[in-house]
């Protein structure tokens, strides 16, 4: 899932801490588990959270 997000965070210029920031995450862990490989499978809630602070829709993680 990661290779889809890292694209628009380059693109937008965000960075994976100030992602967890705009998901309103306290800490990055979700967010560096993500990118980490940790998180095989993300939530339903976690991807929401991710495109709705990105602003892009749920459907380009497909």
Known sequence: MWSKIEPL???SGITPHHL???M???N???VYAL???KIKRPSF??????AKALDVSLDIFR
């Not at 809630?45 to 991710?50: A, F, K, T, V």
Request: glycine share 10%; hydrophobic share 25%.
């Open 24 to 26: 309103g995450d306290s």
């Open 45 to 50: 809630d976690l991807m929401c959270r991710i």
């Open 35 to 37: 990118k980490n490989g």
């Open 20 to 22: 967890s920031k705009l």
């Open 28 to 30: 990055d862990s979700n």
């Open 9 to 11: 965070l380059e693109k």
